[in-house]
């Protein structure tokens, strides 16, 4: 059996649309499924919108209540309330195919692993920007995208991770290595330092020797905000993103330093600039900016490594 666990917090309009994704779906007869929508504390009219679909969706459709505000507060509490042996995440401003559920069960059956990450594929309002750079390399991460092509693979620990939007994990494996971490992920539509609790959760599962999969037949498409296709949101997104290096194992592994910095993260940098000037030269918009992204992440790392070690000093 596959749960299906949606979280969401005042964005019932988009939840609507979702929903009714979920209606066309499309089943071989021995896929058995629930759908499980769990409200972190919205104030809109979230509650009345999911129970006006309970009688859609014929005793398959939950809602659930969780107080704690946090999305991964939200999607923990999904796992608790999940009855399937499958746990499947998508989001409130996701649209899936009509074969999502079945291909998840497919891909569980046919290939021995504990997780999949599927496409994510991206719904543009206004057309792409000129700067924006899509790929494996790209500017993926901050619109939600995620799109590695049409082969299945195994993911490493060096690549472009599921998430959240279109993944799904036995369940067993949670009561194995624990749920997301709550110190991590969105709190009341904000992004917290640190945010990445499905990449965190994956890179946990690696490390101990799982085995995740690319499935691209698993697709949903994303609806990208608006407010998330200019520069101004994309250089806070990779700033906040680079925070993250000062509570990595590359960092934690470092043996050379100065200023407290590691030697590592002052040549990546020098690396940067030299390409982001390259980059300048040659007029390339798209790849100038992500060159200037690249920068302005390792800046944040700089940021959080001094901040860290300087509230260290004086307690």
Not at 38 to 53: C, G, H, M
Not at 245 to 261: G, P, Q, T
Request: proline share 2%; charged share 25%.
């Amino acid at each position: 059996m596959i749960s299906v666990i949606v979280c969401t917090y005042n964005r019932a309009k988009s939840l609507e649309k979702t929903l009714e994704s979920f209606l066309g779906q499309k089943f071989s007869s021995d896929v058995l499924w629930e759908l499980i929508v769990v409200d972190n504390n919205s104030k809109d009219n979230t509650k009345q919108l999911v129970e006006y679909f309970l009688s859609k969706f014929q005793g398959k459709l939950r809602y659930v209540l969780e107080l704690t505000q946090g999305l991964s507060f939200a999607r923990n509490k999904g796992i608790q309330k999940a009855l399937g042996d499958i746990v499947a995440f998508t989001d409130d401003d996701c649209f899936v195919d009509k074969n999502w559920v079945n291909n998840i069960y497919k891909s569980f059956e046919m290939f021995q692993c504990v997780g999949i990450g599927g496409q994510v594929l991206v719904n543009w309002p206004n057309g792409l920007p000129p700067w924006f750079k899509k790929g494996d390399f790209g500017l993926d991460a901050p619109v939600g995208m995620h799109d590695h092509g049409e082969q299945v693979f195994l993911y490493t620990r060096n690549m472009g991770l599921p998430i959240g939007a279109n993944m799904s994990f036995k369940k067993a494996i949670f009561e194995k290595y624990g749920n997301f971490d709550t110190k991590a992920g969105f709190i009341g539509g904000k992004k917290t330092f640190g945010a990445g609790e499905d990449t965190e959760f994956v890179r946990r599962l690696l490390k101990n020797g799982e085995k995740v999969l690319y499935v691209p037949s698993i697709k949903v498409t994303h609806n990208v905000l608006s407010e998330r296709l200019n520069k101004k949101y994309i250089r806070k997104w990779f700033f906040q993103s680079g925070k993250k290096i000062a509570l990595s194992e590359e960092y934690a592994n470092s043996s050379r330093f100065f200023m407290k910095i590691p030697f590592w993260l002052f040549k990546e940098f020098f690396y940067c600039i030299l390409d982001y000037i390259k980059n300048i030269l040659k007029f390339n918009s798209k790849n100038r900016f992500y060159s200037e992204v690249q920068v302005i992440k390792i800046l944040g790392g700089f940021y959080e490594i001094i901040k860290l070690k300087a509230y260290a000093h004086r307690n």
